[in-house]
């Protein structure tokens, strides 16, 4: 069976996994926006994950999760050297790309880890970005240099006040409207009451507005429909027609109820996680 | 019976009995319904074969089989106790025997050319099979390969189920180099993910993969061939690339309700607890959750897997909701009667309307209308029409959809000039050849949602093909020839 090497391990916050994995085969190929799904033992829950970074170069790509449930947190305690059992990617469609103008792209939590690539594919192909990222606090911030460097302009939101705006992301976003500020197209990633908000700001004025999605996935590549959302009335599967979708045309009310499918197995696998230690 | 020992001869009118788990017992576990017969068994089965000579009008057992294997010449040795030499035979056409002895529909194919089930029931020849794959794998006898000398010709196989084994394990038996690509964390495509450890225990579908593996063929897991390399990239490396990626699409019902919470599909469903070995949970970290009643909609092999899985996963009712009648199931009725047997109740002539959901998000009920058949439609079946007012509520809380698949479009998705039909398969000619030169496609991609050994069989016809495209003769059909095939599949 093939295994794929951990070759850094670093944790971003308290509750943020970032792992480097040895997969040139998908580093070659990987585009900004798209996912992989991540197998961690051979007992392990296939899960999708964010890709924070690739490097066709040193042939790693780079994830980065929280730790909210027992898979996440199993990543969690794994070292440089260790193995993941099951690595697929890249999955989803690519961010697309062009150049629009002015991108405002906004971010909240661990979509910052997408953020990041997405960004910066914006900024290569051309485009003035206007990032805006948030967090509940200074110490949940993640990726905020990485980030600052594709920015052209940067705000940064703390839900506390600890840095920068005191408030949410959507609020910067509300005051460059108020300020009549050139806007093509906003690009969001994150909590889906975040990227729901987002979407509902920029719907009536007519702002094109790309969201993230991260339903519920078992195999990642279009077999199962574990994923599928409802866009514009219609199903679609979250792992082969996205994982972006308009957002002014998803509902957000679906994708919350079904990402609630599992709670109480949730919580049992992550109860016998922690005993067990 | 003592008018048989008599005259010995005699035929023995019925197959030997097939030891089974009883349905109490069977239905709280997932262990293999059938147990298998022993090595006595086998060789008076055999004996029940009358050998038949292939005449010009006569249909054989032969002829019903999609891989072709000599049944006459390998009961023969079974016959003869030599179990080694019989396995021996069968693997020349079979890559897979310990898997095709247990799903293929043999009462349709091989049994069902059957001299002696003119009359009484036919040689149990899947039976035999399976004993003798059985036999082998417990005998170790898969030690020796006989590996041939290499052609030096590299050949990539895309997706590991049927059909891609099929054409691994004969392009390998002749000397190519082959380099298997499989999306999953496992080989086997359906084998593994859709069919239950009580019809397919895993294990063997393991064995079976290993001993492909040990005839020289490369496997690359986790690689999704039109995400990594497309089917162009390959070509650039590969001498000739194999297609098989399965009918891995899911069919839903589009009615209104359709993604309330507990509603999946088989896929979904089958792959949890298969692939993911969910009914281990929490030993195994994916769930699954069943309801007190849960209502699969379908009527063929997929539906049956999902009731009796669902009784194993401890719902209180199962319940099969099929639109036509009980003669046109399309499940094999081994597989009905073993579902019958155990418990699950079939909702015959009844289709769903819509979906009814709680204030969560959750379905709680299925609105149901009752069918009557009326005339043949275009598949010979005849054509299920709603009886208007009929409609009638049955709760659930789980509600299986297994209706159908259908291909995979991430292969001609990502493949420009390779022509497809209207129903998304990949259009073939009788060899297996596309529209793209020194590319085969076979199984569910390109004959739609079908069986295991008829993809088997698409296996068997490509590789041949593809020998003889690697060896001697270069030449392929005209572009018009997969024009006409796209238009009239």
């Known amino acids: 069976m093939q295994m794929y090497e951990i070759v850094k391990s670093e944790k971003l916050t308290p509750d943020v996994i970032k792992l480097e994995i040895k997969a040139p085969h998908i580093a070659r190929k990987a585009k900004a926006g798209q996912f992989i799904m991540v197998t961690p033992s051979e007992h392990g829950e296939r899960i999708p994950l964010t890709m924070a970074d690739f490097s066709p170069e040193k042939g790693t790509v780079t994830i980065a999760a ?28 690519p961010t697309e790309l062009h150049k629009y103008g002015n991108v405002v792209s906004i971010g909240g939590g661990i979509g910052l880890a997408l953020m990041y690539p997405v960004v910066r594919a914006f900024r290569q192909a051309g485009n003035h970005t206007i990032n805006i990222i948030g967090a509940k606090n200074e110490k949940l911030l993640i990726y905020e240099n990485d980030i600052k460097s594709v920015s052209d302009e940067f705000f940064v939101c703390t839900d506390d006040g600890s840095k920068g705006h005191h408030g949410f992301v959507s ?54 429909g574990s994923c599928r959302v409802i866009i514009d009335g219609k199903t679609k599967f979250g792992c082969v027609d996205g994982p972006e979708f308009d957002g002014h045309k998803v509902d957000f009310e679906n994708l919350t109820a079904r990402n609630k499918r599992y709670i109480p197995e949730e919580q049992l696998a992550m109860k016998r996680f922690t005993e067990a230690k | 019976m003592p008018e048989e020992e008599k005259k010995p001869k005699r035929l023995v009118p019925k197959k030997y009995p097939m030891p089974e788990q009883s349905p109490q017992e069977r239905v709280k576990n997932f262990n ?18 009358l050998q038949c000579k292939p005449g010009p009008n006569r249909k054989l057992c032969m002829d019903g089989c999609p891989v072709e294997i000599e049944i006459p010449r390998f009961i023969k040795k079974v016959q003869e106790g030599n179990f080694e030499e019989a396995i021996r035979i069968i693997r020349e056409k079979q890559n897979l025997p310990a898997v095709c002895g247990r799903v293929c529909p043999y009462e349709n194919q091989c049994e069902g050319n059957c001299i002696v089930g003119k009359k009484n029931e036919p040689v149990g020849i899947g039976r035999l099979e399976r004993f003798l794959a059985d036999w082998e794998r417990n005998q170790q006898k ?68 290993d001993y492909i593996r040990r005839s020289g063929v490369e496997i690359h897991n986790d690689h999704v061939i039109g995400k ?3 089917v162009d990239e390959l070509l650039k490396e590969y001498d000739a690339v194999f297609v098989g990626t399965g009918a891995g699409l899911p069919d839903w019902t589009n009615l209104n309700g359709e993604n309330l919470n507990g509603i999946m599909s088989a896929n979904e469903y089958l792959t949890r607890v298969n692939l993911m070995k ?25 539906a049956m897997d999902c009731a009796r899985t669902s009784l194993r996963l401890g719902c209180k009712e199962s319940v099969i909701l099929y639109r036509r009648s009980d003669a046109e199931l399309p499940a094999r009725r081994e597989e009905v009667h073993h579902a019958q047997e155990e418990g699950v109740r079939f909702e015959l002539l009844a289709a769903p309307v819509k979906f009814i959901g709680d204030d ?28 208007e007012g009929s409609n009638f509520i049955i709760d659930a809380q789980t509600v299986l959809i297994a209706i159908g698949q259908s291909p995979n479009p991430l292969v001609p998705m990502t493949t420009p000039d390779l022509k497809t039909t209207k129903e998304g398969t990949i259009a073939v000619d009788q060899e297996g050849r596309t529209s793209k030169k020194g590319v085969w496609a076979g199984g569910d991609i390109a004959s739609g949602a079908a069986t295991v050994i008829l993809a088997m069989g698409d296996g068997k016809r490509a590789a041949k093909s593809m020998h003889r495209f690697l060896t001697e003769d270069k030449s392929w059909p005209a572009p018009e020839v997969f024009e006409k095939l796209s238009c009239e599949m």
């Open chain 1, 66 to 93: 929280l730790e909210v449930g027992k898979t996440t947190k199993q990543l969690g305690k794994m070292k440089a050297g260790d193995s993941v059992f099951s690595l697929v990617g890249p999955l989803g469609l």
């Open chain 1, 171 to 224: 609020d910067v976003l509300k005051k460059l409207i108020a300020e009549n500020k050139k806007i093509d197209v906003v690009y969001a990633v994150g909590p889906i009451i975040m990227m729901k908000v987002i979407a509902n700001i920029t719907k009536p004025h007519n702002i094109h507005t790309v969201v993230s999605l991260n339903p519920i996935m078992v195999d990642g590549t279009g077999m199962c």
């Open chain 2, 32 to 49: 293999e319904v059938p147990l298998g017969q022993d090595a006595q068994t086998a060789i008076q089965e055999s004996q029940r074969c």
């Open chain 2, 142 to 209: 898969h030690g020796k390969i006989q590996m041939p000398p290499s052609t030096g010709k590299k050949v990539a196989v895309v997706g590991a189920g049927p059909a891609g084994l099929t054409v691994a394990g004969d392009l390998a038996k002749l000397g190519h180099k082959v380099t298997m690509f499989e999306a999953l964390q496992y080989c086997g495509g359906v084998l593994i993910y859709g069919i239950p450890e009580f019809r397919l225990p895993k294990e063997i579908v393991r064995a079976e993969v």
């Open chain 2, 228 to 230: 990594l390399d497309t």
């Open chain 2, 278 to 302: 969910a009914f281990k949970f929490p030993e195994y970290d994916t769930p699954i959750r069943v309801g007190e009643r849960v209502v699969t909609i379908g009527g063929g092999n997929v």
């Open chain 2, 360 to 387: 969560c998000g959750n379905v709680k009920q299925v609105e149901a209308i009752r069918m009557q058949l009326g005339e043949p439609d275009a598949s010979g079946r005849r054509r299920p029409m709603k009886i």
